[in-house]
């Protein structure tokens, strides 16, 4: 396996042991503007109004101007306080409090008020649930079949650590469209970066959904920069194809505040276009690949031209 160590790699390693570390700068393609449209001000209301948080904010996602002006938001459900600490999140983290009860219902009227044709939702980890939460995600599925039965839904989950074979089964019953958990990074970075998680157990949930339901879409991703090598995000994609995964999602990590882990290497748009190559011939039948990739970008976009390629795929093979 190789472990690749460009020049930017050994400047920030040297930067993170000093005493002072230094400011990381963005890269042009990373800089995106400050949100003000009219839509992101309706967006942000409508959220408020219903007491629902969004990974959108609580990530400092990069892509909340872009997104909330086409009134795309992600809602994290189970509240905005995680029960992990992973080195790149920008969750808080403690002891979250009692699941909202009427959640379900504000996250089925905000779909139906800003009018989603594709919704994703999220949550924290919640480790302190006997179900890890996965009744909450049953509950906020049902409610929006009930109020929107047209909008598909995209669910991201965390990994159900020791509560996983039966949290998997009660949310694919209830049919989702996508079923995304993210893999984050190699398994080598795991113990820094994700130390409360296990790369062959995220991997493991994964074949799972599809064992439950070969027809849901499953999506994955990982984010660079964090000191992966070319090879190790090569083999991550071999894993995941053996897995049936069918969206690999690439994006550059950002440190969220000096606290979490730092940037190693900012990849350039042309290395991600290289790694969605890559992907492509691996045979995912969807990729996205690009600086500001996140899960939920574009998903709805994405969501259809996947859909569309497999209808294709499927066509094909009965010909
Ligand atoms: S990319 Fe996802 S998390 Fe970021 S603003 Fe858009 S919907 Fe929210």
Known sequence: MEFAAPSVYLRTMTDQTSAAPLRQRKPDWIRVKAPTSKGFGETRALMRELQLNTVCEEAACPNIGECWTKKHATVMILGDVCTRACAFCNVKTGMPRAVDAGEPGHVAEAAARLGLEHIVI???????????GAGQFVKVIRALRA???????EILTPDFRGKMPAAVAAIVAEGPDVYNHNLETVPRLYPTIRPGARYYASLRLLEEVKRHDPLIFTKSGVMLGLG????????????????????????????????????????????FSAYGAIARAKGFLQVAAS?????????????????????????????
Do not use: N, W
Not at 294 to 317: C, I, P, W
């Open 147 to 153: 109020a929107t039965p047209r909008t598909t839904i």
């Open 291 to 319: 600086p500001l990739t996140r899960s939920s970008y574009h998903a709805g976009e994405d969501f259809a031209q996947m859909r569309a390629a497999r209808a294709a795929l499927v066509a094909k093979t009965a010909r």
């Open 228 to 271: 992966e090598a070319r090879l190790e995000v090569h083999q991550v994609m071999d894993d995941m194809r053996s897995a049936g995964i069918d969206f690999l999602t690439m994006g550059q990590y950002l440190q969220p505040t000096p606290k979490h882990a730092k940037v190693i290497e900012f990849v350039p748009p042309a290395g």
């Open 122 to 132: 999220t949550s924290v980890d919640r480790d302190d649930l006997p179900d890890g």
